[in-house]
């Protein structure tokens, strides 16, 4: 159980009736853990010398993460949306940094991708029946390859589009 003192902005991608939603806060398990900053992540320290090429975005990252646009003092949630399909949603702090975040990722990768633009959000399909969507204040991560790429595209438009009494703040038992 869960209780936040101001709403994530990531919530507003959850439906109303949605059953089961699991948080986890990288602030708290970070602080917990006595890690100061994320160098001293065994993962970081490590990475360098795992690398077989060499890649300008994860020295980026290992930099400074904040350059990726992602609030990572928010909440990450993980929920499912008609049994069908695994939403992981995270709080942004600057959709145009995760924009260039995105690009950068395609461009390192040589992937045949392009970041296609919705009404209200951009959306990138991956292979696998995988879409990632975001706009300035919230990304998704929706998974499923059992419905199909457009059914997926369809679930993840209706969650960018929920009315606010769709909207699991909605729910008075939440």
Do not use: H
């Not at 709080?91 to 992937?111: H, P, Q």
């Not at 296609?116 to 879409?131: H, Q, V, Y």
């Amino acid at each position: 159980m869960a209780s936040w003192s101001s709403r994530p902005e990531n919530l507003k991608l959850i439906p109303k009736d949605t059953k089961v939603i699991v948080t986890t806060n990288l602030t708290s398990l970070v602080t917990k853990g006595g890690y100061k900053d994320l160098s001293q992540f065994s993962f970081y320290k490590n990475i360098g010398e795992e690398r077989t090429k060499e890649s300008t975005m994860m020295d980026k990252m290992i930099k400074n993460p904040f350059f990726t646009g992602i609030n990572y003092t928010s909440d990450i949630l993980f929920f499912s949306v008609k049994e069908e399909m695994i939403c992981i949603s995270i709080e942004l702090s600057n959709g145009d940094k995760f924009t260039s975040f995105v690009d950068e990722m395609i461009a390192e990768a040589g992937m045949p991708l392009k970041i296609e633009e919705k009404d209200n959000f951009k959306s990138l399909t991956l292979p696998g029946n995988f879409i990632m969507a975001w706009d300035d204040s919230k990304a998704l991560l929706s998974i499923n390859p059992g419905i199909g790429t457009a059914n997926l595209e369809t679930e993840t438009s209706r969650l960018f589009g929920l009315k606010p009494e769709e909207q699991i703040n909605s729910n008075k038992e939440f």
